[in-house]
């Protein structure tokens, strides 16, 4: 083959693996919905800094939805993924406890929840051994969303770089979760924690499987753009923060670019930046962007600007009260974190002797 054919072939075979996993998305999906306590679901995220509303209608809201519906809902705060693509844990501490602050003013209940931090489990991290076995350097080389971090990060693969989609089963599968809620960008790390689970079973545990092969659920909610019509990311100053104050989203919203055609109309492809804003302002509202564009017309920018920050501010009103009300006692989110931490020791201590148990290393 030419290399053509081969990027091709590559290009192929992921499109095939990506639309199985979609396929199984959606039928996970349907089950859940009709037995939800028979789902444990396990997601999380890097404490890198604060949650902004690309986070909240990507993740946040079906958490809460699942959590509602009755699953068995586990929320991680990755903290060791934090090095896997940058050298400081600068901040880290704040970053958690506002992560915390974030999940309950969106409506996560911690009595349902269970959020801890990776970092405070260490029976969970001791699954990295013998997973680590049961995976090839080839395949923690194959990974698309390993190199594209290192890629992005300028830095040679460190070891942890390359393994953390195995922690990251780790993650998934000391508590036993089945559904695991997460962006296209971590499909890979899912596949291969159906891989790791299904060869640990089939070498160790063949009469009593220890764990399931857990299906990815990928959210179905249309991307929101930065206010600059790039993708919404903290690097990129675009975000609208979930705990930002009013008058900052305001400031933030009023000085993202437009164009000078002062006729306001619905077009992503042409007209990236005003359609971001458009969008924005759907979302939060609850509208048709292109609705919202016909009602504006010939307003231009500025009158768009301020249906935006009203729209905005008004979703995140709420939320931001509540996470005010949370942030007034700090203690209290402290111990609700140190709850998390002690019952997801339980979790992976019981989840850790069937794996020694079942690999005969009971002395
Ligand atoms: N890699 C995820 C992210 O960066 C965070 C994460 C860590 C995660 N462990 C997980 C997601 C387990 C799902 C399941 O967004």
Redesign the pocket.
């Known amino acids: 083959m030419t290399d053509d054919q081969h990027l091709t072939a590559a290009g192929n075979e992921m499109s095939a693996s990506f639309l199985a996993a979609q396929e199984r998305s959606n039928k996970t999906a349907a089950k859940l919905e009709a037995n939800p306590s028979a789902f444990t679901m396990?997601?999380?995220?890097?404490p890198t800094g604060r949650l902004h509303l690309g986070h909240y209608f990507g993740s946040i809201k079906e958490r809460v939805a699942m959590q509602n519906k009755g699953v068995n809902t586990n929320i991680?705060i990755?903290d060791y993924?934090v090095i896997t693509d940058r050298d400081t844990t600068e901040n880290i501490q704040d970053n958690v406890l506002n992560l915390v602050l974030d999940y309950m003013a969106a409506g996560i209940d911690p009595t349902k929840t269970m959020i801890f931090t990776?970092s405070s489990v260490a029976a969970e991290n001791q699954l990295m051994l013998p997973f680590l076995s049961l995976v090839t350097e080839a395949e923690l080389h194959r990974n698309p969303t390993v190199k594209s971090e290192m890629e992005a990060s300028g830095h040679a693969l460190t070891g942890l770089l390359l393994t953390?989609p195995v922690?990251?089963a780790c993650?998934?599968l000391f508590c036993k979760?089945n559904v695991?809620?997460?962006?296209k960008?971590?499909l890979p790390?899912?596949e291969i924690t159906r891989t790791i689970a299904r060869r640990f079973n089939e070498r160790y545990a063949k009469k009593n499987p220890v764990f399931p092969e857990p299906a990815a659920i990928l959210s179905d909610a249309p991307e929101i753009p930065g206010l600059d019509g790039r993708k919404m990311s903290k690097s990129y100053g675009n975000s609208i923060m979930l705990g930002a104050t009013a008058e900052e989203t305001a400031k933030l919203i009023k000085k993202s670019p437009t164009d000078s055609e002062r006729m306001i109309t619905f077009d992503p492809v042409n007209r990236p930046q005003v359609s971001a804003l458009l969008t924005t302002a759907g979302l939060t509202s609850g509208r048709d962007p292109r609705e919202i564009a016909e009602d504006i017309g010939n307003g231009g920018g500025g009158a768009l600007k301020a249906f935006v920050i009203d729209s905005v501010n008004t979703f995140l009103a709420e939320h931001r009260e509540r996470r005010a009300e949370l942030a007034k006692d700090m203690d209290t989110v402290c111990d609700i974190l140190h709850d998390g931490n002690k019952r997801a020791n339980e979790i992976a201590n019981q989840t850790l002797d069937e794996v020694r148990e079942a690999m005969g290393m009971v002395y």
């Open positions: 396990l997601t999380g995220d890097r991680i990755a993924q990776h953390y922690h990251q993650d998934i979760a695991v809620p997460i962006g960008d971590n790390h899912v």
